[in-house]
């Protein structure tokens, strides 16, 4: 019997997914920045592990990354590759909400 791991790797390989491209655009070492980075680097070690990259940005450091990414709000996460595009806003603490948005189905049971 696969574990939860396994079938997740599984179903990456059969979508033909190499790695997720995160950007996570926070505001300085605020509470809020901090925990959407814990919370986010927790859900990508537990579903993506070795599938994913992450930056994180500081917006207070790379103003002009805001405009261009059109950022109205932070913390944001933005989800390049793979396709679809997708943006969530929030402190990632609702996994699920996290995990919808990145496309990434959790299993039954697990």
Known sequence: ???????FDTTVAD??????????????????????????????EEYLEGKYELEVIDLYKNPV???KEQIIAAPTLIKKLPLPFRRIIGD????EKVLMGLD???LKGV
């Open 92 to 95: 990632m603490s609702n996994e």
């Open 15 to 44: 979508k033909g997914v190499d790695k997720y491209i995160l950007r996570l655009y926070v505001t300085g070492a605020t509470s809020r920045s901090v925990l959407a980075i814990s919370n986010l680097k927790k859900i990508c």
């Open 1 to 7: 019997m696969k574990n939860s791991t396994e079938e």
């Open 104 to 106: 990434i189905r959790k």
């Open 65 to 67: 990354l805001a405009r």
